[in-house]
C-alpha cells in the first residue's frame, strides 16, 4: 500500500519496505560449523551503522567457503544491501560497503533494493533514525527477548523522497554526522587521558609520593586480612524466600543496584558465615571481570554472596578504602593477570588473592593517602560526568537530525525533482507488480 502523508512534502511518499525491495530474506536458521579461519560470518554484534566497515571482535566467526556457497543460494549479502537487527539491539542497520563474501545468521535480515531508485545510504540513515527504530521495536512480539519477524519487517511504513533529494539529505547528513563524531572521537581521546591520569594517581599514591617522611611496609593481603573465603552456592529467585544475594553480575561499573538484586534461600545457621558487612570486600574470581572488585558501603539489605565471589574481611589495623583503592591501581592487576589460573576462562583463587602484595603506611597515612586519592577522583568523575553529558546531547541532537531529516525539513524540495511516486511505478514495474498511477501512487 502506498499513500501520500499529510505532513510530507507533495513529492514524498509513504511505502512499506516490501514495496520499495527487491527481496527481504534472513540468515541461515542453522548454525553452521565455524572454523578459525575462513568466510567471515556475521552476527547482530558485527552491524556498525553509518560506518564503512562492519564492527569484529574476539568473537569474529568464519565458515568454510563450501558451508559459505550453501548459504548463499538463500541469502547472499552483496554492495548495497542493507543488513537489520531482527533480535538483541532491534532494527540496527548497516549498508554492506564491502566488497568480500560473507555470510549471515538468521538474527540478521537482509533487504535488497534497486540503486537507481533508492539510495541505500539514505535508507540506512531512514531505518536507524527514532521513529523507524520505534515502530520496529512496537513491531516485535514478546515479553523478554523480543524478535522482529521477515513478516513484520515488510510492514514497515518509511517515506520515500525524490531520488534527486534522497542524495542533498544524505550528503547534509554526513556532513552533520561527521561533525559529530569528530567531536565524540575528541570526547573519547579525553577519556582516555582521564584513565591515564587515574592510573597516575593511583602510582603515585602507593609508592609514597603524597605523604613525606613515611614508611612503607610490603605486606601480602593474607597478612592485613582476618578471613578470605568462597560465597554461598545457591539459586537466585525473584521471590523474597530469603536474604538478597549479590552475584558477580550485580556488581556493574563498580556498583549494585539492590533493587534488582534476587534472593536465595539459606539455613539460619549459615547466613551469618555470609551476610555482608559495610567494609567487607568483594573479588570476582572468574569470568571477564575476574579480579574486579567492590566495597560494601553502609545500609545494604540483609544479602549473602555467591560462590563466584571471594570476600576479605580485613584486620582491624587498616584502612578499608585505601586497601579497595589499591586495588583498582596497575600495580594490582600486573599481579593479578601473572597470578591468573585457567587456559580457557582465566580465574583467581583465594590462595592467588592471599598472595597480592600491598603497600602499607602507618593507619594515619593510609587515611590521609586515602582523602587525597578521593580529592583528586572527584574532579576526575565530574569531568566524566560532563563527558557523559555532552555524549548524551549529541546523541540527542544526531536522533533530532534523523527526526528532521525525515520530516522532510533538513534540505530544500526542487520543483525540479522528479515525484518519488514514479520511483514506486518504476520499481513495481521491475518487480512484476501491477503497474500504478502517478495519481494513485500520490494520493490523488
Known amino acids: 500500500m502506498i499513500s501520500q502523508k499529510k505532513d510530507l512534502p507533495p513529492k514524498w511518499v509513504l511505502a512499506s519496505l516490501e514495496d520499495i525491495s527487491t527481496k527481504i530474506t534472513d540468515g541461515t536458521h542453522k548454525t553452521p560449523s565455524y572454523l578459525e579461519k575462513g568466510v567471515p560470518f556475521i552476527s547482530t554484534s558485527n552491524l556498525n551503522p553509518f560506518n564503512k566497515e562492519f564492527l569484529f571482535n574476539d568473537y569474529e566467526k568464519y565458515i568454510s567457503i563450501n558451508e559459505h556457497n550453501e548459504l548463499t543460494k538463500r541469502c547472499k549479502p552483496e554492495r548495497g544491501n542493507l543488513l ?21 545468521f538468521v538474527g540478521l535480515a537482509l533487504i535488497k533494493i534497486n540503486k537507481n531508485y533508492v539510495s541505500p545510504k539514505y535508507l540506512e540513515y531512514l531505518l536507524n533514525s527514532p521513529q523507524i527504530q520505534k515502530e520496529m521495536i512496537e513491531l516485535s512480539p514478546g515479553t523478554g527477548r523480543k524478535t522482529l519477524t521477515l513478516k513484520a519487517l515488510k510492514t514497515i511504513k518509511i517515506p520515500i523522497a525524490p531520488f534527486a533529494e534522497q542524495g542533498r539529505i544524505v550528503n547534509k547528513l554526513e556532513e552533520l554526522f561527521t561533525r559529530f563524531d569528530n567531536g565524540m572521537q575528541q570526547l573519547q581521546k579525553a577519556q582516555a587521558q582521564l584513565k591515564r591520569y587515574k592510573q597516575s594517581i593511583l602510582k603515585k599514591a602507593f609508592q609514597g609520593n603524597f605523604i613525606k617522611n613515611h614508611t612503607l ?41 539492590w533493587d534488582t538484586v534476587p534472593f536465595c534461600e539459606i539455613e539460619n545457621e549459615k ?49 578499608k578504602k585505601y586497601v579497595y583503592y589499591y586495588f583498582q591501581s596497575s600495580d594490582y592487576w600486573l599481579q593479578i593477570s601473572q597470578g591468573q589460573l585457567g ?27 586515602t582523602q587525597i586519592i578521593e580529592n583528586n577522583m572527584s574532579i576526575i568523575e565530574k569531568i566524566e560526568n560532563d563527558i557523559i553529558s555532552i555524549n548524551k546531547q549529541i546523541r540527542v541532537m544526531k536522533n533530532l537530525i534523523l527526526k528532521t ?40
Do not use: M, W
Open 84 to 104: 537489520v537487527s531482527k533480535c538483541g539491539t532491534i532494527g540496527r542497520t548497516q549498508v554492506v560497503n564491502v566488497d568480500y563474501d560473507f555470510s549471515i
Open 217 to 257: 611496609k610490603q605486606l601480602k593481603v593474607g597478612d592485613i586480612a582476618d578471613k578470605i573465603h568462597y560465597g554461598y552456592t545457591a539459586s537466585a529467585s525473584n521471590e523474597v524466600i530469603g536474604p538478597k544475594f549479590l552475584r558477580i553480575t550485580d556488581i556493574q561499573n563498580g556498583q549494585v543496584n
Open 271 to 319: 547466613i551469618n558465615r555470609y551476610k555482608l558487612q559495610e567494609g567487607d570486600l568483594l573479588f570476582a574470581r572468574t569470568g571477564a571481570t575476574v579480579g574486579k572488585s567492590y566495597l560494601i558501603p553502609s545500609g545494604i539489605p540483609d544479602t549473602v554472596f555467591a560462590s563466584y565471589l571471594i570476600r576479605i574481611i580485613l584486620k582491624e589495623q587498616v584502612f
Open 343 to 369: 587456559i580457557g576462562q582465566p580465574n583467581v583463587n583465594a590462595q592467588i588473592l592471599s598472595k597480592i602484595t600491598i603497600p602499607i603506611p602507618s593507619y594515619e597515612d593510609q587515611i590521609k593517602i
Open 405 to 444: 531529516a525525515f520530516n522532510g525539513k533538513l534540505v530544500p524540495q526542487s520543483d525540479l525533482d522528479e515525484s518519488a511516486s514514479i520511483l514506486l511505478e518504476l520499481i513495481h514495474r521491475e518487480k512484476g507488480g501491477l503497474k500504478l498511477k502517478i495519481g494513485e501512487a500520490e494520493g490523488g
